[in-house]
């Protein structure tokens, strides 16, 4: 399997311009993460979409951020305008849990990350 | 919501010695503790995890410790190579329906020196 594919892998762009972010999460997930890393916050979930739909964006920090999942194997995550403060790298994450919520945690694998950099 | 921390910050061994990182949790509703390593330029990998219901586990080299009563996890690498040099992340599931929602804690630096 090839994994979690984002894209692209580094992006340079200057404040006030729109900014898309993609995944493709492993074939056959039913969970998909995107979360955002910092130096000062450290690792921090954004929001989460199990087959399709969002369960938990309580961690979006803006109305600037926004994500859409409109099929099992992609995802966005779009800043608009983007900011400075926005400069951090980006991780997707899948993982597989059929069968509806239980409570249970389960293994997240993570993409290769987009750097992303606001100028 | 879910608090983790983990300490320490950096930590630097001698290859071939063991290594100890500890992070404890607030939620004791949490019932999914992963180890994630992250090389640098990488997205986080997980290396081993533990569920409440066990108290240790181990896969080779890299073993985790779980107390639920203190609310603490710990992960111990023993015969440290150089390439185990990374940044490693603990975490806990924090409280929903879906036990999906990840708090991870700040992370440790290892090095390994030769």
């Known amino acids: 399997d090839a994994g979690v594919i ?15 972010l993609r995944c493709k999460p492993i074939s056959g997930h039913d969970y998909l993460f995107w979360y955002r890393q910092t130096m000062m916050r450290g690792l921090e979930l954004l929001i989460y979409f199990n ?18 999942m409109p099929n099992a194997s992609f995802s966005t995550l779009k800043i608009q305008p983007s900011e400075p403060r926005d400069s951090a790298v980006y991780f997707c994450a899948s993982s597989l849990h ?18 992303l950099t606001v100028l | 919501g879910e608090n983790v921390e983990q300490h320490p910050s950096t930590l630097s061994v001698q290859e071939g010695d063991s290594a100890v990182i500890k992070c404890t949790y607030s939620d004791s509703a949490s019932n999914y503790f992963p180890w994630y390593k992250q090389e640098l330029g ?17 896969d080779q080299r890299i073993a985790v410790t779980l107390n639920k009563t203190a609310k603490h996890f710990s992960l111990h ?7 185990d ?4 992340f603990c975490a806990a599931n924090g409280r929903d329906n879906y036990g999906q929602n990840f708090v991870f804690g700040p992370g440790t630096r290892l090095s390994v020196l030769p």
């Open chain 2, 42 to 58: 990488k997205g986080p990998q997980l290396i081993i995890d533990i569920r409440s219901n066990v108290g240790e586990k181990k």
């Open chain 1, 51 to 68: 087959n399709n739909v969002p369960i938990d964006d309580s961690g979006m920090p803006e109305d600037r951020f926004s994500a859409k």
């Open chain 1, 6 to 20: 984002q894209s692209p892998r580094h992006e340079v762009t200057e404040m006030g311009q729109e900014v898309t």
């Open chain 2, 85 to 88: 040099s990374a940044v490693y």
């Open chain 2, 77 to 83: 690498i023993t015969e440290t190579q150089p390439e």
């Open chain 1, 98 to 115: 059929s069968g509806g919520p239980s409570g249970m945690g389960y293994t997240q694998y993570f993409g290769p990350g987009t750097r």
